[in-house]
């Protein structure tokens, strides 16, 4: 098994002597982190095998109840469209209520909300079967999630990866999605630099082309230059459930790289869910900092002008 810094970063060798083991005889890629490829790193992008990824989608839906699960929209057949407003998260903010933080300041189980979801990634590499958190957020193509970096390059681009929006009790109401392409700030590729623990995934409906996510699940606007301190919440699928957790405080600036927000009590599988502004904007991702953060804080890179960067080439390329 893999240990982790807070429980959230995933593929730090424990059984050190196997791992070197695997690597040594020769599995591919398949060692330490997984199913992973090089992709581009000078560039820190990665344009999917598409076989790869439908395989990945199919392992994904034998693990799910599949769209329209216990009453659930699917996603080709009910949009949704439109940003998504905080009103009515756990934590956040409540119907004409105003936003409150949570009390007392520890995650606890959430509402699922369609344009946040569990980040699955399929096969022999020793995580759970989600083991990272992910949400939508608005692009001209309307098929853009954003996560943490660590959750999608580690010694390489994972290649096994399906994101499943609105995740619950193993129902998949608007999908399984997988990537077209992957992007990460080549400092990240580099040497892990928290202060780039971002990634941009744009997706597809396997098997469904035509298909936009955004249009299924709605979106979050993305904020950059956040001004902090400021009201918000965090949402992320811990990787040992099957719901989402919430917690809601004042997120305040950790140095001008970082954003903080302290809720005790946000495990493992969380890392790359999103830091929502109290009017559903979303200012950070779960990462950076320690892999995350320890147990009573959570950090994010800052989104300053080089994650608007990443984003602008993101929806560009």
């Known amino acids: ?39 581009d790193p000078a560039r820190g992008t990665y344009v999917q095998d598409a076989g790869l990824a439908d395989r990945a989608a199919a392992a994904v839906e034998e693990l799910t109840d599949g769209p329209g699960a216990e009453g659930a929209p699917d996603a080709g057949t009910r949009p949704l469209g ?22 007392p300041l520890e995650a606890r189980t959430a509402p699922t909300e369609p344009a946040i979801g569990a980040l699955f990634s399929p096969g022999l590499d020793w995580d759970g079967e989600h083991h990272c958190s992910g949400s939508v957020v608005h692009s001209p193509g309307g098929d853009l999630v954003v996560t943490a970096a660590h959750c999608v390059y580690q010694s390489g681009f994972r290649t096994n990866l399906a994101f499943v929006p609105g995740y619950r009790d193993g129902a998949a109401p608007y ?97 790359g869910g999103p830091v929502l502004s109290a009017a559903g904007t979303l200012i950070g991702v779960i990462g950076g900092r320690d892999g995350g953060g320890d147990e009573v804080t959570s950090y994010s890179s800052y989104f300053g002008e080089d994650t608007r960067a990443l984003y602008e080439r993101a929806v560009r390329d």
């Open 1 to 39: 098994m893999f240990g982790t810094v807070r429980g959230r970063v995933v593929g730090v060798c424990v059984l050190a002597g196997i791992c070197c083991a695997l690597v040594a005889v020769g599995v591919g890629r398949l060692g330490f982190f997984g199913h992973v490829a090089d992709g």
């Open 82 to 103: 439109g940003t998504v407003p905080a009103e009515g998260a756990a934590g956040g903010s409540g119907a004409g209520g105003g936003w409150r933080a949570s009390e």
């Open 175 to 271: 999908g399984v999605w997988v990537p077209t392409r992957i992007e990460v700030d080549p400092r990240w590729v580099e040497s892990a630099d928290p202060d780039h623990d971002v990634a941009f995934v744009r997706v597809r409906r396997a098997g469904q082309p035509g298909l936009r996510l955004e249009d299924a699940t709605g979106s979050h606007p993305v904020g950059f230059r956040p001004e902090l301190p400021a009201p918000a919440r965090l949402v992320g699928y811990p990787n040992d459930a099957e719901q989402p957790l919430g917690c809601a405080n004042t997120a305040e600036a950790a140095g001008p790289t970082q954003l903080r927000l302290d809720c005790a009590d946000v495990p493992n599988g969380t890392s």
